[in-house]
């Protein structure tokens, strides 16, 4: 696996420190949010449960993906096919997974809008974890799908790529077999990991918004304002991977290699990133809960003081 961003070394040491910020901005946000939500009885809802989930899953996915970039970014090491291939594994799983938990967060919004007086007898914690769970099987089983693929191909000639991470269509356009079935199963799988997904969200929110049409100006605002963070962060989530499929296209292929990679990288970063801080801005009892941690933390510490 080479890097474009290899010259001159000033460059490539100064988007080391970058992507290693983003990482660590990425990890401590994520993981913050987790502590809150797990801390914070009052945050022990499905919603925030749904978040939390999302969080973790954004956390799993960069560290698969950013610590090899910044290898690449240092170093000339090869990557083994076992080892590409477990990080395209991870890769397309938790994208499967960031689709699917955001479309479960659409329903629980809908749910929540239209049907609230009945909203616990549908929704519950435990609820929400079992459907967490089944989306977990459901992501990795085409996932080990994607390695059987790559598995029955054969590669005649060095494996060198200038992607910025192993993925099913890097391997797949490396190979010197037919590799029709590849093209196939990915087709199927963007279907049903990505437009699925976003069919659902539109659904639900087309739905959310002919129950606005049935509530006073005061009621919509309150469920405006609720729904208007998950939709910043559907708008965030599937405007990236989309515009990092469109960046592979026939369309960019006069752009050189050196803007290129980053656009193809863009999934595995602004997602995970923003997510964090966009609740944490816009989520009420998410700041009241960081808040009150950090008082606490304060608190302990100048009880301790001599």
């Known amino acids: 696996m080479a890097t474009p961003f290899r010259e001159p070394a ?17 990890v401590v946000g994520n993981l913050l949010l987790c502590l809150v939500i797990y801390r914070e009885s009052n945050l022990h809802k499905p919603m925030y449960v749904l ?32 080892e590409c291939m477990t990080q395209m594994f991870f890769l397309h799983v938790t994208i499967r997974m960031q689709g699917y938990v955001l479309a479960l967060m659409s329903v629980d919004r809908f749910i929540a809008i239209g049907q609230p007086l009945r909203y616990h007898s549908f929704v519950s914690n435990a ?6 769970l089944a989306i977990v099987a459901f992501s990795v ?8 693929m790559v598995l029955r191909l ?8 200038f992607a910025p991470n192993c993925d099913f269509m890097v391997l797949t356009n490396l190979a010197c077999s037919d590799v029709y079935y590849n093209i196939v199963y990915v087709y199927a799988n963007v279907f049903v990991a990505i437009i699925l997904p976003l069919l659902v969200v539109a659904l639900a929110y087309c739905l959310i918004l002919f129950e606005f049409r049935k509530r006073s100006l005061r009621q919509n605002q309150r469920a405006f304002q609720t729904c208007m963070t998950h939709l910043v962060i559907i708008c965030i989530y599937f405007g990236s991977i989309l515009f990092t499929i469109g960046s592979g296209l026939q369309f960019f292929s006069g752009i050189v290699r050196e803007v290129r990679v980053p656009l193809q990288s863009l999934q595995y970063v602004i997602p995970p990133v923003l997510n964090p801080i966009v609740y944490g801005l816009r989520t009420d009892a ?12 304060i608190s302990m510490a ?4 001599p």
């Not at 700041?287 to 606490?296: D, E, N």
């Not at 100048?302 to 003081?305: D, P, V």
């Open 10 to 26: 000033s460059f490539r040491h100064f988007a080391f420190i970058i992507i290693l910020l983003v990482y660590l901005v990425t």
């Open 51 to 82: 978040m939390a989930l999302l969080s973790v899953t954004d956390v799993v996915e960069t560290t698969n993906s950013l610590p090899r970039i910044m290898t690449n970014l240092m170093s000339y090491n090869n990557v083994s096919l076992s």
């Open 127 to 132: 609820r929400v974890t079992k459907a967490f």
């Open 141 to 148: 089983v085409p996932g080990v799908g994607y390695v059987g």
């Open 154 to 161: 054969s590669f005649c000639r060095p494996l060198v790529t």
């Open 286 to 297: 998410i700041r009241r809960g960081v808040l009150k941690m950090v008082r606490r933390k």
């Open 302 to 305: 100048k009880a301790e003081l």
